[in-house]
């Protein structure tokens, strides 16, 4: 990811920052309405989910510029991801498409095709690690 990209992640995901709680729930209402068949792998009560959620992808916004130093935290969500949860390759791009449109409604009017561009890479490069972890 390039400087710019790296901005635009940073300063969208402040809406969540600000937003947790409601952001959360949004997300996972939408999540469950895309995906139903993922309700069974998340608990009844979502808010420690939710705060897990949160602290994880703050996490990789933070260090995007430095993913490597994160690289071995990420490997580990994904294989727990699999082996505990059931997560399949196939549920992370709807998750990233969930978050997404989630960031999306949140930043209105200052959200733009670029920063759709760069959460897409940012979560596809996550993905990408967190599936190839699960699969080891």
């Known amino acids: ?11 969208s995901w402040g ?20 995906a139903p068949g993922v309700r069974s792998m998340f608990p009844d009560n979502l808010d420690e989910q939710a705060k897990k959620l949160v602290s994880a992808i703050s996490l990789v916004v933070a260090k995007l510029d430095k993913l490597d130093e994160v690289l071995d935290q990420v490997k580990y969500l994904g294989k727990k ?3 505990e949860y059931g997560a399949k390759p196939e549920h992370y791009p709807v998750v990233a498409k969930t978050l997404i449109e989630v960031l999306a409604a949140g ?20 993905a990408k690690a967190m599936i190839e972890a699960g699969q080891e």
Do not use: C
């Open 1 to 11: 990811m390039d400087a710019n990209q790296i901005k635009l992640v940073k300063d």
């Open 15 to 34: 809406y969540v920052l600000i937003n947790k709680k409601d952001a959360a729930e949004v997300f996972y209402k939408r999540l469950f309405e895309v």
């Open 81 to 83: 991801h699999t082996n």
């Open 107 to 126: 930043n209105g009017d200052s959200w733009t095709d670029d920063h759709e561009a760069a959460w897409s890479l940012a979560l596809t490069t996550v």
